[in-house]
């Protein structure tokens, strides 16, 4: 099973994006969820994450224009992004956090230029 990301696209600087990830079934439960990014040449880095109760964490660069939401009802995570800049450009993927290699999917392309 892999998980898909999706609502990417090319933005200019200063716009917004809201990242959706919905899981088949019912993998997500609980578990703390996260959103990840791979520029061009860089490792896969954790953006955002979610606790199972709601509780979440940011790495620095996007703290207060980055915003990781859940809904488990569907299950589905979510990644609203504001302010993006150049520095935002990447893949974006979801995983339950740590991530497993087994849920990778394709992930979103997320591209800010003007």
């Known amino acids: 099973v892999q998980l898909q990301a999706s609502g990417g696209g090319s933005v200019q600087p200063g716009d917004s994006l809201r990242l959706s990830c919905v899981a088949p079934g019912r993998i997500f439960g609980l578990y703390p969820m996260g959103w990840y990014r791979q520029a061009p040449g860089k490792q896969r880095e954790l953006v955002a994450a979610i606790a199972g109760h709601g509780a979440t964490n940011y790495a620095n660069s996007v703290k207060g224009r980055f915003t990781i939401s859940r809904d488990t009802t569907k299950p589905a995570v979510y990644l609203q992004m504001n302010s993006l800049n150049a520095d935002d450009t990447a893949v974006y993927y979801c995983?339950?956090?740590?991530?497993?290699?087994?849920?990778w999917g394709q992930g979103t392309q997320v591209t800010v230029s003007s």
């Open positions: 995983n339950i956090h740590p991530p497993r290699d087994q849920y």
